[in-house]
């Protein structure tokens, strides 16, 4: 299984990061985490064309997670991107009509030939990989997803602050993708520091953690280390891991 951070950072300009994607393959399916404003370019950086993603994850509507569907969906469309099943898409409460807005706006532009299935689903398999989606502190709809397959399991916080059950979900986890938006001398609402990670996976056999969403505010990170057992890693865009 691979893991590929597509886009390390946020909205804002910073270290060359793109906005926030990640990309899970495995079993011949190409499984998308978050779509931010570049997703294309980077989908091209790794190898990846549009019509080769199985699916996608939206973990809430902020632009810098969310819009670069919209981009896939239209990139759909052309005549060089053949696809025969349907795209499917899923995510945060609320995902069907936020995706219902923009048809609103662009109509058929955004509907692919291929077809297109929204699914608001709290669990759920797409392909090899088995999902549960959780609540998270950020917005009232943001969640986090957490993947589990062939005995491994993949934790994706989205956006979030540090809240008591997070630790719940990144039980055991291979690998544990954080939001770390911030440091404790610069508090940013809705996002995490460190050290408030380092909370959440502590006691958790959580192999390894990659710091993640990473805005001035974080401060600077080491490139990685180890700590209680735990692989801490500093994401970079098109940074590849395997499972």
């Known amino acids: 299984m691979k893991f590929t951070v597509l886009g390390s950072g946020t909205a804002i300009q910073y270290q060359n990061r793109a906005s926030a994607c990640y990309l899970l393959e495995d079993e011949g399916y190409t499984l998308l985490l978050d779509a931010g404003f570049s997703v294309m370019d980077r989908l091209s950086k790794a ?90 502190e950020h917005t009232g709809q943001s969640s986090g997803i957490a993947i589990e397959w062939n005995g491994r399991k993949v934790v994706y916080t989205g956006d979030t602050g540090y809240f008591d059950e997070l630790g719940d979900y990144a039980q055991d986890a291979d690998l544990f993708v954080a939001d770390c938006g911030c440091s404790s001398e610069e508090p940013l609402e809705g996002h995490m520091n460190l050290e408030e990670v380092k909370c959440a996976v502590k006691g958790r056999n959580v192999k390894k953690v990659l710091l993640s969403h990473i805005y001035p505010e974080t401060g600077e990170l080491p490139e990685r280390w180890e700590e209680d057992g735990t692989l801490f890693m500093r994401a970079e865009d098109l940074l590849s891991l395997e499972l």
């Not at 810098?64 to 005549?79: P, R, V, W």
């Not at 030939?113 to 709290?122: F, V, Y």
């Open 47 to 136: 190898g990846t064309l549009a019509n080769e993603v199985d699916s996608a994850f939206i973990s809430h509507s902020h632009p810098d997670h969310s819009l670069g569907i919209i981009h896939i969906l239209f990139a759909l469309k052309n005549k060089h991107m053949e696809r025969e099943k349907p795209f499917q898409l899923f995510g945060f409460p609320g995902l069907i009509f936020w995706t219902q807005g923009f048809r609103d706006i662009m109509g058929s532009w955004i509907d692919p030939e291929c077809g297109l299935e929204i699914s608001e689903d709290e669990e759920g398999r797409k392909g090899p990989f088995g999902y549960t989606v959780f609540p998270v």
